[in-house]
């Protein structure tokens, strides 16, 4: 599953474009640098494209990071700098980076946990779609106190702006705490946010999404019983003042614990939420809830069972994807306790199981696990999880229709197979019905890089060449001597404004093995010595006209 002959790649190689690659062992890198990369989250970039975010360990030991990020546009090319950009490279910790897309302008804001100041503070930074920082270098202080802050989460407020939730520590348990800050890096709400929960004993785990009107609506798992966790929400507007009942109103309080919620808007102004149920008091149970503008719940009291199967479902991931309701994926150990695989569901806006009881199967690898869900623009939904193997986590896809039937290959569609492991997958809609991936991906080191993969409506990347080449330059390029000798070059022809160039040279398995960046009027010098018997392909860019080039050299290194 892990290798392909030299001469399949040989030809997949040729229908290269621009950056996307249809050979699921190559894909498309995001960050290769020392020491790992990972926390990925995406968002779209408007235009097609995506914005990436993500902890980075580059300058630092293995227990600190900075915030990293990265845009992709539609046709592959990185549109920022090789690697990505530094969002925060500030003395100390900087980690658990969340960000939005911040209007149609393709910019982005991210947030994120920093300990500069020796405990844990939350900052944001807003960048543009040409990968400038707009506020602050190192970002602004959303939330800077004595007592540390985490986890925090953020959404849009229809204003080039943001509102940002997290845990507080301040009444010596977790409470809930939001700020706004406007499209210019201005905090608009009290110094240090407004409450939204600090009832007794831990409230954790916000999530948060847009109201529709500028506010927003708050999901958390709360603990004021001093038993056990339920779920309660909140709304605010975009004042910061809260519109429903004060420390937020009851979404389930059921016997026994309920974690991990999630929400999604309903479409009228109202929320989605589900979450990860024991009240059977045996194992995790799948449940949901509509709640209206005004904070009352919708269906039945405490929840509809989405999924009430044996043994335990969990990791949770929810999507509105319009009138047919709320789509649900889920991982599912319901056949033995050993064995995941990714089950869904679609509820409707009623609140009724509209595909088979307990959900329909969607995955059928050796073991599936942290599903995610995005809508797909057109009614439907795109699924992607870690899918295992013998040889280690691989990156598959599904999509369903609004009425639960799966669209692509049984089992799903590979977006990554490479060697070694591939996990924690994010994605993000193209726009046309299809789906750009990124993911945590262990195939150079053993440390975590970031590759990406886009595929089509139709499951497939067999368009690249086609639809991706319209509009952009083929430029020429040859290497000479070939096979390489100790004097070989790869030069760029066509570059009449000398352009700086790229270029990256995998391996006969897909592998990347190098990238380089050279002047204009440089060329790239290969000495047979540094390859190892075997076929190698390059491919080089030029981002500042959207224009490439592709090729292949042999060594047979008899040095």
């Not at 420390?247 to 919620?261: D, R």
């Amino acid at each position: 599953m892990k290798t392909l002959s030299v001469y399949a790649l040989l030809l997949i190689s040729f229908s290269l474009s621009a950056q996307w690659n249809a050979n699921t062992i190559i894909n498309a890198p995001v960050a290769i640098a020392d020491k790992g990369q990972d926390n990925v989250h995406t968002v779209t970039d408007t235009k097609g494209g995506v914005v990436v975010s993500w902890d980075d360990k580059r300058t630092f030991t293995v227990t600190a990071t900075d915030i990293y990020a990265q845009r992709i546009k539609k046709n592959g090319h990185e549109k920022w700098l090789n690697n990505g950009i530094a969002i925060c490279t500030y003395t100390g910790t900087q980690k658990s980076s969340a960000l939005i897309s911040s209007g149609i302008d393709g910019s982005a804001i991210i947030t994120w946990e920093d300990n500069r100041a020796g405990n844990f503070d939350i900052y944001a930074q807003k960048v543009d779609s040409s990968g400038n920082v707009l506020w602050t270098t190192n970002g602004i202080a959303v939330c800077s106190k004595t007592t540390n802050q985490k986890n925090p989460k953020i959404s849009s407020d229809n204003a080039g702006g943001a509102i940002i939730v997290w845990e507080d520590s301040l009444n010596n348990y977790w409470d809930i705490s939001a700020q706004r800050i406007s499209s210019t890096g201005t905090l608009l709400w009290t110094t240090n946010g407004v409450n939204i929960c600090n009832s007794p004993n831990a409230q954790n785990n916000p999530k948060i999404d847009v109201d529709g009107l500028g506010g927003a609506i708050i999901t958390w798992q709360d603990k004021r019983n001093n038993a056990d966790y339920d779920i309660y929400a909140q709304r605010i507007d975009n004042s910061g003042a809260s519109l429903w009942t004060a420390n937020g109103v009851v979404v389930c309080n059921a016997i026994n614990t309920q974690n991990n919620p999630r929400i999604e808007p309903d479409g009228a102004n109202g929320a989605l939420i589900g979450w990860t149920d024991k009240r059977n008091a045996i194992d995790n149970n799948i449940y949901a809830q509509r709640v209206n503008a005004a904070g009352a719940v919708q269906w039945t009291a405490n929840g509809v069972l989405v999924c009430g199967a044996t043994n335990n479902q969990s990791a949770l991931d929810i999507k509105y994807i319009g009138t047919a309701g709320l789509m649900l994926t889920w991982k599912d150990d319901r056949t033995t306790v050993n064995f995941n695989a990714i089950y869904a569901q679609i509820v409707s806006l009623a609140g009724a199981n509209q595909l088979a009881s307990n959900g329909i199967l969607i995955s059928n690898g050796i073991k599936s696990i942290n599903p995610n869900v995005i809508n797909d623009g057109t009614g439907g939904a795109i699924l992607a999880w870690q899918d295992s193997t013998a040889l280690g986590w691989d990156i598959k896809t599904q999509s369903i229709n609004s009425t639960g039937v799966v669209q692509w290959t049984s089992g799903g569609v590979t977006v990554c197979n490479a060697s070694d492991d591939q996990e924690n997958v994010a994605q993000v809609t193209d726009g046309a019905g299809g789906a750009i991936y990124v993911w945590e991906d262990r195939r150079n080191t053993s440390n975590y890089d970031l590759y990406a993969h886009h595929l089509y409506s139709t499951g497939t990347p067999i368009l690249i060449g086609i639809n991706e080449l319209a509009g952009l330059n083929e430029m020429q390029s040859f290497c000479f001597p070939n096979p390489v000798t100790a004097q070989s070059v790869i030069e760029l022809k066509n570059n009449t404004a000398n352009h700086p160039w790229e270029i990256s040279i995998f391996d006969g398995t897909g592998k990347l093995i190098q990238i380089h960046n050279l002047k204009g009027n440089e060329s790239y010098v290969l000495n047979s010595v540094d390859y190892a018997a075997g076929i190698y392909f390059y491919v080089i860019s030029i981002k500042e006209t959207s224009s490439y080039s592709k090729g292949s050299f042999i060594s047979v290194n008899r040095n």
